[in-house]
């Protein structure tokens, strides 16, 4: 990780940012605050979203550059189900 926030040059001690973000995705549980709504942002971790572009995120907060993948939540055809799997019923 400190290689490639390295080779783009967006941290001047990329060694430090590579600590801090192995510190913030290991163990790999992400923090949920219960009863508060879901946020995979940039800014803030609680827990996340359905339709929320994980990866876009964690390539983003890993390699401390705009990472883009051009999924949003738009690009969902169907909204998931309310209930847990939170599968969309067949169409």
Same mark, same amino acid.
């Given at each position: 990780?400190?290689?490639?926030?390295?080779?783009?040059?967006?941290?001047?001690?990329?060694?430090?940012?590579?600590?801090?973000?192995? %510190?913030?995705?290991?163990?790999?549980?992400?923090?949920?605050?219960?009863? +508060? /709504?879901?946020? #995979? *942002?940039?800014?803030?971790?609680?827990?996340?979203?359905?339709? %929320?572009?994980?990866?876009?995120?964690?390539?983003?907060?890993?390699?401390? +550059? /705009?990472?883009? #993948? *051009?999924?949003?939540?738009?690009?969902?055809?169907?909204?998931?189900?309310?209930?847990?799997?939170?599968?969309?019923?067949?169409?």
């Amino acid at each position: 990780m400190a290689s490639v926030v390295r080779a783009y040059g967006t941290s001047q001690d990329p060694d430090a940012y590579a600590s801090v973000v192995v %510190d913030a995705i290991l163990p790999n549980l992400l923090p949920y605050t219960i009863g +508060t /709504p879901g946020c #995979l *942002g940039f800014a803030e971790w609680n827990g996340r979203a359905m339709t %929320d572009n994980a990866p876009e995120v964690m390539f983003s907060f890993a390699t401390n +550059t /705009p990472f883009t #993948l *051009g999924i949003t939540k738009e690009s969902v055809t169907s909204n998931p189900s309310r209930t847990f799997p939170y599968v969309p019923a067949a169409s």
